[in-house]
DNA sequence: AAAACCTGCAACCGCAGGCAC
DNA sequence: AGTGCCTGCGGTTGCAGGTTT
């Protein structure tokens, strides 16, 4: 959707974000209390077509209606989540997994952005809290790791993204020969939160072989963008290569063992 | 004081389902 | 039955502002 504009040609940027003005919010909401929510193609026909992105950027109907039940609303409450909201919300996921839809409907005044966000932000700290539900969490916050060995339930908790190594497709001390098909396959992504993650996480068991690169780890790890973890049995090494024993590679490959985080097969 | 890093959240994307024609 | 439009949903990303170094 190119409206958006900005998606290069490695789509690294893939969009520009256009916040919307008062002056756009106040049409927007002056056509609803007029039209009613819905015909949101009709409405954004209705407010000109919004600048100050640096090009003309014409409104969509998906904008505006975002726009309305995300912000505009006058029934959204906007106020922080309470603690017991929090610990409700940690519950329903629990419960209903990542359909934010059904659980919104727990949360009378809020949005499923809001929700969505919030167990983002829950979900990145709740495993450096002492009351989280696993007690073998023991790397403090802070400590560097970078040549350590972390709890994988940790690791869990703190791993936004990561695919197999990209950083050193180039380069002969990289990826594992079984994963060097699979360069800048993503394994995961998504953020603690994914369910398809955890799950895969808590039900597989790692060879020690097994090598790849982190995507996107925060700070306090030591660990970096390009980075290796290495598996091995319940813990995981972070490093900056991959100088573990490497399997032989079978004749055709296509025995070697594939990560697949997703569940979605080993296509490319 | 400045730079780097981190966090939270608004906004975008792609897809799927429902509905009208 | 097929097609196209509209809407809703969940995942993802960009970025402002706060914090740390």
Same mark, same amino acid.
């Given at each position: 959707?190119?409206?958006?504009?900005?998606?290069?040609? /490695?789509?690294?940027?893939?969009?520009?974000?256009? $916040?919307?003005?008062?002056?756009?919010?106040?049409?927007?909401?002056?056509?609803?209390?007029?039209?009613?929510?819905?015909?949101?193609?009709?409405?954004?026909?209705?407010?000109?077509?919004?600048?100050?992105?640096?090009?003309?950027?014409?409104?969509?109907?998906?904008?505006?209606? @975002? %726009?309305?039940?995300?912000? @505009?609303?006058?029934?959204?409450?906007?106020?922080?989540?309470?603690?017991?909201?929090?610990?409700?919300?940690?519950?329903?996921?629990?419960?209903?997994?990542? %359909?934010?839809?059904?659980?919104?409907?727990? !949360?009378?005044? %809020?949005?499923?952005?809001?929700?969505?966000?919030?167990?983002?932000?829950?979900?990145?700290?709740?495993y450096?809290?002492?009351?989280?539900?696993s007690s073998s969490i023991t790397e403090?916050?802070?400590? $560097?790791l970078?040549?350590g060995y972390i709890d994988l339930s940790w690791y869990r908790s703190t791993v936004?993204?990561f695919?197999?190594?990209?950083?050193?497709?180039?380069?002969?001390?990289?990826?594992?020969?079984?994963?060097?098909?699979?360069?800048?396959? $993503?394994?995961f992504?998504?953020?603690p939160?994914?369910? /398809?993650a955890e799950t895969w996480l808590a039900a597989r068991s790692f060879n020690s072989?097994d090598?790849m690169?982190l995507?996107?780890v925060?700070?306090?790890l030591?660990?970096? %963008?390009?980075? !290796?973890m290495m598996l091995d049995g319940n813990s995981a090494k972070i490093?900056?290569?991959?100088?573990?024993?490497?399997?032989?590679?079978?004749?055709?490959?296509?025995? @070697?063992?594939?990560?697949?985080? @997703?569940?979605?097969?080993?296509?490319?």
């Open positions: 959707m190119e409206a958006y504009g900005a998606a290069n040609s /490695n789509n690294k940027r893939r969009f520009t974000k256009c $916040p919307w003005g008062r002056e756009e919010d106040d049409i927007l909401t002056a056509h609803v209390k007029t039209h009613g929510v819905g015909n949101w193609n009709y409405i954004a026909d209705h407010i000109p077509g919004r600048t100050g992105c640096g090009f003309f950027l014409s409104f969509t109907g998906q904008s505006c209606r @975002l %726009r309305w039940f995300n912000q @505009l609303d006058p029934k959204i409450d906007k106020s922080p989540f309470s603690e017991e909201e929090q610990q409700k919300l940690l519950q329903l996921q629990r419960e209903y997994g990542n %359909r934010w839809s059904t659980i919104v409907r727990f !949360f009378p005044g %809020r949005t499923d952005n809001q929700i969505k966000n919030q167990y983002h932000v829950l979900a990145g700290s709740q450096t809290k002492a009351s989280s539900p403090p916050v802070g400590t $560097p970078n040549g936004s993204s695919e197999v190594g990209s950083q050193f497709s180039n380069n002969s001390t990289g990826v594992a020969p079984h994963l060097a098909d699979r360069i800048g396959t $993503p394994l992504s998504g953020g939160s994914s369910v /398809n072989f090598c690169s995507g996107n925060y700070g306090h030591g660990a970096s %963008r390009g980075d !290796f490093s900056e290569s991959c100088p573990v024993a490497l399997p032989t590679q079978g004749a055709d490959g296509g025995d @070697l063992q594939f990560i697949d985080f @997703l569940g979605v097969g080993t296509s490319e």
